[in-house]
């Protein structure tokens, strides 16, 4: 029992960690948003058309799932979350375990048990990240394990191909997962290792070609380059403020990044630094848009987690250190950390938020504090849309049209609204749109049946109250920051 330990007690830790996720009320609208977009493809609405989001196709497959086995409920999708997150775990345990030692096992599983099973990075939330942990930890360390030891006989084709399947996975998740890819890519490359390149490179093609392709076909290829590529370049230049400077700067580390590979590739364990191209490809694919979410660090844990313990459990650092090609592969990563200030100390004050997180649900689950209280930890509208949802249910009001003027969907999924403009969340409404005058127009030509709105989260309020005004339509609710409006005439 003992020698299980090191993998029991950290499992058990991240699955106490998980559970007040499962209480939750729907408050997150990335959430809501790819729960809408799911919902909206059943009703016949195009992906990447009139059901638009940038994601890729495999993670509304896990929302549609979720949908098909638990309907639209904030703990179905919380349990696929759990379940990519308690993958990662096991894998990296089992790794470290197989590496390193059992003892260094504990103490790495029980840093990534909190770092991955708590809200510090957002893990709490069926987020891409989140979700791709699972796929892409089980198919790097399966690598390291199985194909990155030169004293190991030659790994099989089955064994490589599987993991290019894992790792396609993940980046048809979220596409920042191509810097796990690249990361085993670019090992394999500067270390002469070419049949592992090509097979698990052809599995990740062909997966990826498999998934897409059917995509193309149906949707066509503009409207999926859009969405993958595209729309992201406004994204970039909003942060990165369509300066030469900036994007110069993320070339360099890119080139730091090989050429940090190619002066270690005779180091003498190869699967450590595996893990150090690992840690610092995901690293600056974390950073390298400039924004500060703290879930886009949560891809970033377990390799981390894993080089520090390695180099902690199996090195003197003072004397590796002072190595030439070590010094350059510590100051690349030390130069790409130096880059997301901003988003270490969004983690910060998503630690800080979770301490309150589990008084909240340890409250809640005890029955000391109301639902209403509870919810109002995550956010005032998150209870209002709820309420709102129930006088829908109970007026019999659920399949009909309906216009949500807000950026948190869920009433789109939960009462299977039918909306009458493209996309669920209005900030993407908005932008499909292009503004509340075509918005009005798709509204003018169908009324619909329910209108709801959230005055304090949104922009382009007086559009729509003046919409409301012109029509014939009665409020029903106005609570908790939310108001529900009923149409009453034809």
């Known amino acids: 029992m003992k020698r299980r330990l090191c993998i029991v007690l950290p499992i058990a830790l991240y699955v106490l960690l998980r559970v007040p996720s499962f209480v939750e009320p729907q408050w997150y609208q990335d959430e809501a948003g790819y729960a809408s977009t799911v919902w909206l493809t059943h009703l016949g609405y195009g992906l990447y058309i009139n059901a638009w989001n940038n994601k890729p ?63 510090i990075f957002d893990a709490n939330l069926a987020l891409p990240e989140s979700l791709l942990i699972g796929p892409v930890t089980v198919g790097v360390v399966w690598f390291l394990c199985s194909c990155a030891n030169p004293e190991r006989p030659r790994p099989r084709a089955a064994t490589l191909a599987g993991i290019g399947v894992l790792l396609a996975c993940g980046v048809l998740i979220q596409q920042t997962a191509i810097a796990d890819v690249a990361s085993v890519v670019l090992w394999c490359l500067v270390r002469g290792a070419w049949r592992s390149s090509a097979i698990t490179g052809g599995a990740f093609v062909l997966t990826v070609a498999a998934v897409m392709v059917p995509v193309v076909a149906s949707v066509g290829v503009q409207n999926v380059w859009f969405a993958m590529v595209t729309s992201y370049g406004g994204y970039l230049d909003s942060s990165l403020h369509v300066q030469f400077a900036p994007f110069a700067f993320r070339v360099v580390l890119i080139v730091a990044i090989v050429a940090a590979a190619w002066a270690n590739r005779s180091a ?19 950073v390298a848009s400039g924004y500060s979410y703290e879930h886009f660090l949560l891809p970033m844990v377990v390799p981390a987690v894993m080089l520090g313990t390695g180099i902690v459990s199996r090195y003197r650092l003072a004397e590796r250190l002072r190595r030439g090609p070590l010094l350059l592969a510590a ?11 901003s988003l270490s100390a969004a983690g910060y ?72 403009t493209r996309s669920g969340p209005l900030y993407v409404t908005l932008a499909l749109e292009h503004g509340t005058a075509q918005i009005v127009a798709r509204m003018e030509a169908s009324p619909p049946k329910v209108i709801l709105i959230t005055p304090g989260t949104i922009e382009n309020l007086r559009v729509i109250r003046d919409f409301v005004a012109a029509h014939a339509y009665r409020r029903v609710l106005d609570e908790s920051g939310v108001e529900l409006y009923v149409r009453t005439g034809n």
Not at 398 to 416: C, F, K, Y
């Open 57 to 119: 196709p495999l993670l509304f497959g896990i929302y549609g799932l979720a949908q098909f086995v638990w309907g639209p409920s904030e703990a179905g999708i919380h349990v696929l979350g759990a379940l990519s997150g308690l993958a990662a775990m096991i894998a990296a345990l089992w790794g470290m375990a197989r590496l390193f030692s059992r003892r260094a096992a504990w103490w790495g599983g029980m840093v990534a048990a909190v770092l991955v099973g708590t809200p």
């Open 349 to 420: 004050r998503s630690a800080v938020w979770s301490f309150g997180y589990y008084a909240n649900a340890v409250s809640y689950m005890s029955g000391s504090i109301s639902e209403e209280a509870y919810d109002g930890y995550f956010g005032v509208v998150a209870y209002g849309e709820a309420e709102a949802e129930r006088w829908m249910s109970t007026h019999g009001l659920t399949g009909v049209t309906g216009m949500v003027w807000s950026n948190l969907a869920w009433p789109i999924v939960d009462e299977r609204l039918i909306p009458p």
């Open 268 to 286: 003498h364990d190869s699967r450590l630094e595996l893990i150090r191209i690992w840690t610092t490809a995901v690293l600056f694919a974390a």
């Open 331 to 341: 100051a690349t990563v030390a130069l790409i950390a130096s880059t997301g200030w």
